[in-house]
Nanobody, 115 residues
Framework: QVQLVESGGGLVQPGGSLRLSCAAS????????MGWYRQVPGKQRELVAT???????NYGDSVEGRFTISRNNAKNTVSLQMNNLKPEDTAVYYC?????????WGQGTQVTVSS
Protein backbone atom coordinates (compact mmCIF):
# COMPACT_ATOMS: atom_id res chain seq x y z
CA GLN A 1 0.00 0.00 0.00
CA VAL A 2 1.42 3.35 -1.07
CA GLN A 3 1.65 6.00 1.61
CA LEU A 4 2.85 9.60 1.40
CA VAL A 5 3.44 11.49 4.63
CA GLU A 6 4.11 15.22 4.50
CA SER A 7 5.77 17.26 7.22
CA GLY A 8 7.20 20.72 7.76
CA GLY A 9 4.19 22.97 7.35
CA GLY A 10 3.34 25.75 9.77
CA LEU A 11 3.06 29.46 10.33
CA VAL A 12 5.76 31.78 9.03
CA GLN A 13 6.09 35.53 8.57
CA PRO A 14 6.31 37.08 5.11
CA GLY A 15 9.86 36.82 3.80
CA GLY A 16 10.54 33.74 5.88
CA SER A 17 11.37 30.18 4.87
CA LEU A 18 9.96 26.71 5.37
CA ARG A 19 11.02 23.28 4.20
CA LEU A 20 8.43 20.64 3.40
CA SER A 21 9.27 16.97 3.25
CA CYS A 22 7.35 13.98 1.96
CA ALA A 23 8.24 10.41 2.88
CA ALA A 24 6.94 7.79 0.49
CA SER A 25 6.54 4.09 1.14
CA UNK A 26 4.93 1.07 -0.44
CA UNK A 27 6.68 0.85 -3.78
CA UNK A 28 9.87 1.79 -5.62
CA UNK A 29 9.69 5.49 -6.31
CA UNK A 30 12.87 6.18 -8.18
CA UNK A 31 11.03 5.86 -11.50
CA UNK A 32 8.20 8.15 -10.42
CA UNK A 33 7.82 11.87 -10.98
CA MET A 34 7.43 13.46 -7.55
CA GLY A 35 6.03 16.84 -6.79
CA TRP A 36 4.12 19.34 -4.75
CA TYR A 37 0.77 20.97 -5.40
CA ARG A 38 -1.23 23.42 -3.32
CA GLN A 39 -4.83 24.36 -2.84
CA VAL A 40 -6.78 27.12 -1.17
CA PRO A 41 -10.51 26.90 -0.42
CA GLY A 42 -12.64 27.57 -3.46
CA LYS A 43 -9.81 27.22 -5.95
CA GLN A 44 -8.38 24.39 -8.00
CA ARG A 45 -5.29 22.54 -6.88
CA GLU A 46 -2.29 24.06 -8.62
CA LEU A 47 1.20 22.97 -9.50
CA VAL A 48 4.00 24.13 -7.24
CA ALA A 49 6.89 22.01 -8.48
CA THR A 50 7.72 18.59 -9.88
CA UNK A 51 10.91 16.61 -10.28
CA UNK A 52 11.32 13.67 -12.63
CA UNK A 53 13.17 10.44 -12.03
CA UNK A 54 16.29 11.87 -13.70
CA UNK A 55 16.15 15.17 -11.81
CA UNK A 56 14.37 17.41 -14.29
CA UNK A 57 12.37 20.12 -12.54
CA ASN A 58 9.32 22.19 -13.35
CA TYR A 59 7.93 25.08 -11.28
CA GLY A 60 4.75 27.05 -11.17
CA ASP A 61 5.19 30.61 -12.38
CA SER A 62 4.37 32.12 -9.00
CA VAL A 63 7.12 30.21 -7.15
CA GLU A 64 9.89 30.17 -9.76
CA GLY A 65 13.10 31.49 -8.23
CA ARG A 66 11.83 31.23 -4.63
CA PHE A 67 11.14 27.52 -4.21
CA THR A 68 13.47 24.58 -4.84
CA ILE A 69 12.39 20.96 -5.16
CA SER A 70 14.73 18.04 -4.54
CA ARG A 71 14.50 14.30 -4.08
CA ASN A 72 16.43 11.50 -2.44
CA ASN A 73 15.76 8.23 -4.22
CA ALA A 74 17.62 6.17 -1.63
CA LYS A 75 15.27 7.46 1.08
CA ASN A 76 12.12 7.77 -1.06
CA THR A 77 11.71 11.40 -0.11
CA VAL A 78 10.92 14.63 -1.90
CA SER A 79 11.47 18.04 -0.34
CA LEU A 80 10.45 21.59 -1.09
CA GLN A 81 12.56 24.48 0.15
CA MET A 82 10.42 27.60 0.23
CA ASN A 83 12.14 30.97 0.58
CA ASN A 84 10.88 34.54 0.57
CA LEU A 85 7.39 33.33 1.39
CA LYS A 86 4.45 35.60 0.62
CA PRO A 87 0.93 35.70 2.06
CA GLU A 88 -0.38 34.38 -1.24
CA ASP A 89 1.64 31.20 -0.68
CA THR A 90 -0.79 30.32 2.10
CA ALA A 91 -2.41 27.00 1.20
CA VAL A 92 -2.57 23.31 1.94
CA TYR A 93 0.42 21.70 0.24
CA TYR A 94 0.09 18.18 -1.12
CA CYS A 95 2.79 15.72 -2.03
CA UNK A 96 2.19 13.79 -5.25
CA UNK A 97 3.94 10.91 -6.96
CA UNK A 98 3.00 9.58 -10.38
CA UNK A 99 4.09 7.11 -13.00
CA UNK A 100 2.22 7.45 -16.26
CA UNK A 101 -1.49 7.28 -15.33
CA UNK A 102 -0.87 6.05 -11.79
CA UNK A 103 -0.73 8.72 -9.13
CA UNK A 104 -0.91 9.07 -5.37
CA TRP A 105 -1.53 12.00 -3.00
CA GLY A 106 -0.53 12.74 0.54
CA GLN A 107 -2.95 14.07 3.13
CA GLY A 108 -1.65 17.64 2.90
CA THR A 109 0.13 20.03 5.22
CA GLN A 110 -0.96 23.58 5.98
CA VAL A 111 1.36 26.48 5.22
CA THR A 112 0.29 29.88 6.51
CA VAL A 113 2.24 33.04 5.71
CA SER A 114 1.13 35.88 7.91
CA SER A 115 2.49 38.62 10.12
Amino acid sequence: QVQLVESGGGLVQPGGSLRLSCAASGTIFRFYTMGWYRQVPGKQRELVATITSNGGTNYGDSVEGRFTISRNNAKNTVSLQMNNLKPEDTAVYYCNVRLSAIGYWGQGTQVTVSS
